[in-house]
């Protein structure tokens, strides 16, 4: 019963699943919260349920939970106001034991929203959150009251994607919020403008430096940092990342405006244990890719360089540094094919490999916003086929 009830609104959306769902949620509510219905007995469910099962509940998401909300009005054929919502959302804070995941998922119109940190028994039943996810702000302060009650969060997901909801003090919030953390271990922050197959205006992107800054604070327990659609605005948290001396897996999409990093703050313990590296479509400075390639080592494992920068020694580089690769996917020149022996000769752990010339289109089919073709080349590549077969990986 415990595991069925864990996560019932995410399977539950059809129409007669989510009214029966919330039927037998409201036959558990304290009379208070009944009364504050004001619903007629022939729309309440009249068998008493065996078990308070909001006590089970581990994830909640606002949106699903909005979305059933709607189903039983329609079917109840509710036209008057009707706080069910509301009322659920107070009685599985209230009650709920096991609480783990939060999620805010977009959608359009939330007529109702309210924040759930501020309802009563929230410091007791969200104190032990381990997962948040929010769409922007949709309620005033939310991340600043969220900062007060929840601060053992593990994996959190921000996505900023243009026209979500966004208040003056969003930012800010967001950066409090990081600091108050004490177990965070995984950060992805999205600020896409629009669909990937259509232009953009880049100018919308928003300017998350104070936001970025807050990550030196996870020193000690960051292990992830993805960044999706990033304006930079010409400062790269690289001192914050630097500082993180247990990261391993760094994922930077469809980002630009780097700037001139400073290498300084890079010591001899950065990047030391990364062992995912993916940079994709973006203008990332030739002298990071290099210091990332360097400084993870032999740790690394995985690597996908899918960009069309100016950074022409992604072989050499790795088959110095990084000799315990499993899995590599990348854009090189044309000429950089001659070292594909050396490196496969130093690289023997590797199982996956995916070479691309820089001169071709994007092979997801679009093109990349910072990217112009050039003339297409051929190699030559006969004189490089006999090494190959003395030195190709047996796990390859």
């Known amino acids: ?7 019932p609104f995410n399977n539950n959306l059809q129409f007669e699943h989510a009214v029966k769902l919330i039927d037998v949620y409201i036959a558990s509510f304290p009379p208070t919260l009944q009364d504050l219905l004001n619903l007629p007995s022939k729309d309440l469910y009249t068998t008493n349920p065996s078990f308070n099962y909001a006590k089970f509940l581990r994830r909640m998401n606002l949106t699903q939970i909005r979305a059933a909300s709607g189903h039983w009005l329609k079917h109840k054929n509710i036209t008057t106001k009707c706080p069910i919502f509301e009322q659920l959302c107070t009685h599985f804070v209230n009650s709920a034991q096991t609480l783990r995941i939060i999620e805010f998922n977009p959608e359009v119109d939330a007529i109702v929203n309210m924040n759930i940190f501020t309802l009563p028994n929230a410091s ?43 208040m003056s003090t969003t930012l800010n919030g967001m950066s409090t919020f990081i600091s108050s953390q004490k177990q965070l271990e995984k950060i992805s922050v999205d600020n896409r403008i629009g669909c990937f197959c259509c232009p953009q205006d880049l100018s919308l992107a928003l300017d998350l430096t104070n936001v970025f800054s807050s990550i030196g604070s996870q020193a000690e327990t960051l292990l992830s940092c993805h960044f999706f659609s990033i304006n930079f605005h010409n400062d790269f948290p690289l001192k914050q990342l630097a500082e993180c001396q247990n990261l391993q897996e760094l994922v930077i999409s469809r980002s630009w405006n780097f700037g001139i990093p400073d290498y300084t703050n890079v010591h001899l313990k950065s990047f030391t244990r990364l062992s995912i590296i993916e940079l994709i479509l973006s203008t990332v400075p030739d002298m990071l890719i290099k210091t990332l390639l360097i400084q993870s080592g032999k740790s690394l494992r995985k690597i996908k360089l899918e960009q069309h920068g100016t950074f022409s020694e992604t072989l050499q580089y790795c088959a110095e540094n990084n000799q315990n690769i499993t899995n590599i996917l990348a854009f090189i020149y044309p000429e950089e094919i001659y070292q594909l022996p050396m490196f496969l000769s130093a690289c023997q752990q590797l199982e996956q490999i995916e070479l691309w010339d820089k001169n071709t289109p994007n092979r997801r089919g679009y093109e990349d916003l910072h990217y112009s073709m050039r003339t297409v080349e051929t190699i030559n590549v006969n004189e490089i086929l006999p090494h190959l077969g003395a030195v190709i990986p047996c796990s390859l």
């Open 124 to 166: 007791t039943s969200l104190c032990y959150l381990r997962e948040f996810a929010c769409y922007g702000e949709p309620i005033n302060n939310l991340y600043a009251t969220a900062a007060k009650v929840v601060t053992r969060i593990k994996n959190l997901r921000i996505s900023l994607v243009h026209g979500c909801p966004i």
């Open 1 to 7: 019963i415990p595991i069925l009830w864990r996560d």
